[in-house]
């Protein structure tokens, strides 16, 4: 059985091919999102990796904020429901989600299950989100990637504002006019984006260590102001950015198994109807 997923975000496209709804044949990620050639590279780059073609699936799921985009897929499931499906396979028994996207950010709570039993999502402000970050990153001059080891070498994190990128940008370019070390704005931008998904994960109920998601969780330096901004430790979920992609591919397995156990009772109730008296 092979299952395709696909996520589209705002920032990047994301797909992974499984097989036997357990292990991944080939997986891409492509930083240019919903609205740009993303998600038609992505599809083409996991196609020429894995040697296989739309016929080749038994199933296939799009989820994030293009699902609607990829025209041969028929399933779409949101990406709530992918990432909190994704981010359990990678890592059994977690409880506690943080995602941070490239234009939200999600708290997701697992039930022991694996199943969710609440979600809050924070989707109305740039603020909190990869978007912030990269505003951010343009305003210091800096590469976005540099910006989780600068974190690191702060002593005194500048106050920056978590409830508008606007605001918060005009704050970065008079904390530079004084001459405010670079490290410090760093880490104070980072804990200003802890800020929104800090209280979201407070509304959800924290069990355990948390682990975070999406595209921001490669940045080392929100996720230590996160962490010490709740006071408990956060984790990294494997593969983080591809856990929406992970679950839309696992959703799609799913639905081929259903199928076919509904395929066999069927089957064995039209048999023991014909069955002799």
Same mark, same amino acid.
């Given at each position: 059985?092979?299952? /395709?997923?696909?996520?589209?975000?705002?920032?990047?496209?994301?797909?992974?091919?499984?097989?036997?709804?357990?292990?991944?044949?080939? !997986?891409?990620?492509? !930083?240019?999102?919903?609205?740009?050639?993303?998600?038609?590279?992505?599809?083409?780059?996991?196609? %020429? %990796?894995?040697?296989?073609?739309?016929?080749?699936? +038994?199933?296939?799921?799009?989820?994030?904020?293009?699902?609607?985009?990829?025209?041969?897929? %028929?399933?779409?499931?949101?990406?709530?429901?992918?990432?909190?499906?994704?981010?359990?396979?990678?890592?059994?028994?977690?409880?506690?989600?943080? &995602? @941070?996207?490239?234009? &939200?950010?999600?708290? @997701?709570? /697992?039930? &022991?299950?694996?199943? @969710?039993?609440?979600?809050?999502?924070? &989707? %109305?402000?740039?603020?909190?989100?990869?978007?912030?970050?990269?505003?951010?990153?343009?305003?210091?001059?800096? +590469?976005?990637?540099?910006?989780?080891?600068?974190?690191?070498?702060?002593?005194?994190?500048?106050q920056v504002s978590s409830t508008c990128t606007v605001f918060a940008e005009s704050e970065i370019i008079s904390l530079l006019s004084k001459g405010t070390p670079k490290e410090d704005i760093v880490a104070g931008v980072h804990y200003s984006t802890a800020v929104k998904a800090v209280a979201l994960a407070n509304r959800v109920g924290l069990r355990d260590e948390v682990v975070m998601c999406g595209g921001v969780a490669s940045n080392r330096g929100v996720v230590d102001a996160i962490s010490k901004s709740l006071?408990?430790?956060?984790? @990294?979920?494997?593969?983080? !950015?591809?856990?929406?992609?992970?679950?839309?591919?696992?959703?799609?397995?799913?639905?081929?198994?259903?199928?076919?156990?509904?395929?066999?009772?069927?089957?064995?109730?039209?048999?023991?109807?014909?069955?002799?008296?």
């Open positions: 059985m092979l299952t /395709l997923g696909i996520d589209i975000g705002s920032a990047s496209s994301k797909a992974v091919i499984l097989a036997d709804g357990q292990t991944i044949v080939s !997986q891409r990620v492509i !930083q240019a999102g919903t609205g740009s050639s993303g998600p038609q590279r992505v599809l083409d780059a996991v196609f %020429k %990796k894995s040697g296989f073609s739309w016929d080749d699936f +038994d199933n296939s799921v799009v989820t994030g904020y293009g699902r609607f985009s990829i025209e041969e897929v %028929k399933n779409q499931v949101s990406e709530i429901t992918c990432h909190a499906k994704g981010v359990a396979f990678l890592v059994p028994g977690v409880h506690t989600i943080i &995602d @941070i996207g490239g234009q &939200d950010v999600k708290a @997701i709570s /697992l039930d &022991d299950r694996g199943f @969710i039993s609440k979600f809050f999502m924070n &989707d %109305k402000c740039a603020a909190g989100t990869g978007r912030f970050l990269e505003v951010m990153s343009r305003v210091l001059e800096l +590469d976005l990637s540099a910006m989780g080891d600068l974190h690191f070498q702060s002593r005194h994190p500048a006071n408990r430790k956060v984790s @990294i979920a494997p593969l983080a !950015q591809l856990s929406g992609a992970l679950g839309a591919a696992l959703i799609a397995a799913e639905e081929v198994r259903r199928r076919k156990d509904a395929g066999r009772t069927s089957a064995a109730e039209t048999q023991g109807n014909h069955a002799p008296v």
